[in-house]
């Protein structure tokens, strides 16, 4: 295992910074719906300013794959931290729908390449044996971000409007400097000249679905949330800010124990218990009467949420050859930000038809029941190698 201490905080900066990509904003949803309003419906206009990054998250970490084989992973990690601050902090000046869309698209593209280029950083650094820790701790410090991205994005908005939160994303050029110092400009295992294609991860396909599906239901309270937060009565932006907190506080403590998690629970059982989690937090917070209950609902969402990328992350790194890694994790990076896109999709018909609270019902149940189908499989055999 890499002792770097600046290589570990790189590690733990990319991905850091990629969670604000979508939760720094989402205190400012019912700001932006009320903004992009003008006789249509301004909750999913809002919805979709919030998610649309992860069109390009989806299209940008399988090509960042290919370009740090092809141009190494420092150009490209430079150059997406370079594009994330640009793009980002565009949302404090620019006029209009498509202005502030497409800088979002652009937002979108350099985070699925920040993403990559960690993940095959990872995959580079450190052994195998140390991954379940380096991948929580990831997932951890990620979650920890979100948290303050929620809460300063909240006081952001109360102090300067649906724009303030967009300075945050201004951060990525920290990660700039860190990795001007830390990532090697040329470094064995970048190029891979006799692999094809993405053909020989398609035996990985079962974990990218499932991936897919567990995000729909991970990202119910960072892009629902606000909504039924407003829907039971409260206007404050920072308050819905701390609410939504409690998901990435449960992300937090999961993912920062995911190594131990393991040592006692099989992958198929880790994967059962995470989307029992999701569906059941959800369940929770549909069904609340009360503030503390949607808190209580979200948070243990996020004890779910904080055991998804590590334990697929690993799953992934470890079939996969090491000169595939960037590929293969790019891919999971696709279907991860696939389900963040979809959610909106998937819950407004709920949301249009039963309310907010019915979106959390009809995604949370479906959640559950996949969690309790795992768990079952868990009980008569391991994931196949």
Known sequence: MSSHPLRFLTALAGPALVSLIPMAVAPALPAMAAEFAHGHDGALFAQMIMTMPAIMLILGAPLASLACERIGIRTTFLTAAALFAISGGAGLLVEGFPALAASRLALGLAGGAIQTCTLALVGRWYDEDQRHAVLGWMVSL???????????????????????????????????????????????????????????????????????????????????????????????????????????????????GFATIRRHLSERAVLGLTALLLGGGCLVAATAGSTAGIVAGFFITGLGAGMVEPNIGSIILGRSPHALHARASSLMISAMFLGQFLNPLAADPLRTGFGTAGAFLGIGGATVAAGLALVLLARRRPLPA
């Open 142 to 256: 990620a979650s920890a971000v979100a948290i303050g991205g929620l809460v300063v994005g909240g006081w952001l908005v109360d102090v300067a409007g649906w724009r303030g939160p967009f300075a945050l994303y201004l951060l990525g050029l920290i990660l700039l400097l860190l990795g001007a110092v830390v990532v090697e400009r040329h470094a064995p295992g970048e190029r891979v000249a006799e692999e094809g294609g993405f053909r020989p991860l398609l035996p990985l396909w079962p974990f990218y679905l499932a991936i897919l599906g567990l995000t729909l239901a991970m990202f119910m309270p960072g892009i629902q949330g606000p909504f039924l937060i407003a829907e039971r009565g409260s206007s404050s932006a920072t308050l819905a800010g701390i609410i939504v907190a409690a998901s990435p506080i449960g992300a937090v403590l999961s993912s920062a």
